[in-house]
């Protein structure tokens, strides 16, 4: 469970480093074209996000967009691909309304995704930025959307319109060369003697067609608005999008807006959902599939408190960065330094938001997205004291409702044993990296770990400030938190039910692969022992 966008190493001058659960930073180009476009984290990979309104009074909409990539490629293969988010009554009625529709962006390089540098809407243009220096890769895509209009329904022939493939010029100054789609000016492997370091590749147009009897999905799933109070049932996974490894389809413009269409994970409970009224703390939804906790990946409905705190920025959206716990319906409980480091970050209420009701990252899924209005840090926190009183609260802008998907975990009560005795089974959840290192969870991941006492974690971890009054330790070998999953929940199940212990804070750092070293302990914030200023400053 590790999300490798960033790694805040610590040197300690003993035997290892100190790796701290913090905040991802993700290196994305400049993006020149917001609103209208955002890069955002899928599934582990960047995907774009077009926002633009079309004009009611045509049927077809040319989307024309233009790319720059760093450095020599080849796209002859893939070269990237545009798809509709929304199911084709929810675009109708957009365009009907003056209502921006979203587009999908699908990259040749999604790990590396290209500086937008043109957006044309039927060959006007709603925004341009520059190119990146040479040597550099163009790429250009066009899609090609047919809606009735207000005043008829398409004609036959208009079904599927075909064009023409585009041509695209390239004009350097030193020569200008025009190419159809696909066809690159030059292979990267055979230089060109005038060394213009250009190149361009060009996507074939995409064309989707929308009548009354034609769905951009499958028959019988439109996605309707679910009340906010009520969950709704979920759908089947959206058809697969041709020429690209097949991932679920986002549904939604993230951000300010409210998600209005239900997840596509498809959920094995059918009970009737549960009223905000008989909500109880620390209790889960109903599953067929019984909980394995070995890193498995969560449903929708499982660790319903579990929170996703997001960066909220102007330029490229907003970008995850730690986890939490929901505790009461205004309040999420996180971890200090996943806000403040000094010298590093100071991030303001202003800046964040946090999503509900998900296990996934993508906020084009079901789920809420609250502003934050307010932050309160423990005010015995220290960064250089590790996990003491490494406590944050968050106060969300508006109350959120419950329901089997948002549900607030139980904190710990003052009547509960305070020690907790060496292999006590904890859980551990968040969508920190996987175990490599390398790769992203964009499903929130379990795993279920052992208390360590503090003498066997003294000796496995050097003595230091890492140890503090209100530090607990957890272990077990191939799982564990890291990176992202900072200011999630370590939790234990007490009959059936689940209680806030600790606040994940960091673990040892693997020097070698520069990544968290799962093979010693992880170390926690003992919520407990400062339960009641938790209680006495929530705003639920």
């Avoid at 005038?194 to 028959?219: A, I, Q, R």
């Avoid at 939790?491 to 692969?513: D, H, P, Q, S, T």
Wanted: overall charge neutral; hydrophobic content about 35%.
């Amino acid at each position: 469970m590790r999300r490798p966008q960033l790694l805040v190493v610590t040197a300690l001058p003993l035997l290892l480093a100190f790796l701290l659960v913090s905040p991802a930073l993700s290196q994305l180009p400049p993006n020149g074209c917001f609103p209208n476009f955002m890069y955002e984290s899928y599934q582990g990979e960047y995907i774009g996000l077009v926002s633009v309104r079309l004009d009611p009074n045509l049927m077809n909409h040319q989307l024309h967009l233009e790319f720059s990539q760093q450095g020599y490629h080849d796209f002859s293969k893939y070269v990237g691909h545009i798809v509709m988010v929304d199911d084709d009554n929810t675009i109708r009625q957009k365009v009907q309304r003056n209502q921006p529709v979203i587009y999908r962006v699908n990259f040749p390089l999604s790990i590396s995704p290209p500086k937008i540098t043109r957006i044309k809407i039927n060959g006007e243009e709603i925004c341009s930025a520059s190119e990146y220096p040479k040597p550099r890769t163009g790429i250009t895509l066009v899609h090609v959307l047919t809606v009735p209009t207000q005043f008829g329904g398409i004609p036959r022939n208009w079904d599927r319109p075909v064009i023409d493939p585009p041509t695209h010029i390239i004009n350097t100054g030193d020569w200008e060369q025009s190419f159809p789609t696909r066809t690159p000016t030059r292979q990267p492997s055979q230089p060109s003697t005038n060394n213009n370091d250009d190149w361009e590749w060009m996507g074939s147009p995409s064309n989707v067609s929308l009548t009354l009897n034609d769905t951009l999905f499958e028959p019988g799933r439109h996605f309707q608005p679910s009340p906010a109070n009520s969950p709704s049932r979920p759908n089947q996974p959206a058809a697969p999008v041709p020429g690209r490894p097949q991932s679920r389809q986002p549904s939604a413009i993230p951000t300010t807006i409210h998600p209005e269409v239900h997840n596509r994970e498809t959920l094995v409970s059918q009970q009737a959902p549960s009223s905000s009224a008989t909500i109880q703390c620390g209790r889960e939804r109903a599953t067929t599939t019984p909980l394995v906790f070995q890193g498995t990946r969560l449903q929708r409905g499982q660790m319903p408190w579990l929170v996703g705190m997001f960066e909220r920025r102007e330029s490229n959206g907003p970008i995850f960065f730690c986890g939490g716990s929901l505790i009461g319906a205004s309040t999420v409980l996180s971890a200090a330094h996943c806000f403040r480091i000094p010298g590093f970050r100071d991030l303001p209420a202003s800046s964040t938001a946090v999503s509900l009701g998900r296990n996934s990252l993508d906020l084009l899924s079901d789920g809420e997205f609250r502003r934050v209005a307010q932050l309160l840090i423990h005010d015995k926190y220290k960064y250089e004291q590790y996990t003491e009183a490494d406590l944050v609260l968050v106060r969300l802008e508006t109350p959120v409702p419950l329901n089997d998907y948002i549900v607030p975990i139980c904190l710990w009560s003052t009547a509960n044993r305070m020690d907790l005795p060496q292999g006590e089974k904890t859980y551990v959840a968040g969508w920190g990296p996987d175990e490599s290192g390398t790769g992203n969870s964009d499903i929130a991941k379990l795993a279920d770990m052992n208390i360590v006492s503090e003498v066997n974690c003294h000796r496995q971890l050097p003595p230091g400030p890492l140890f503090q009054p209100s530090t607990l330790c957890a272990q077990k070998a191939g799982t564990g938190p890291c990176s992202t999953d900072g200011g999630g929940p370590l939790m234990l199940r007490e009959g059936g039910v689940f209680v806030l212990r600790g606040v994940i804070a960091g673990g040892a750092l693997n020097k070698e692969r520069t990544t968290c070293d799962l093979a010693r302990p992880s170390v926690f914030t003992d919520v407990a022992k400062h339960i009641d200023w938790v209680r006495r400053n929530m705003w639920d």
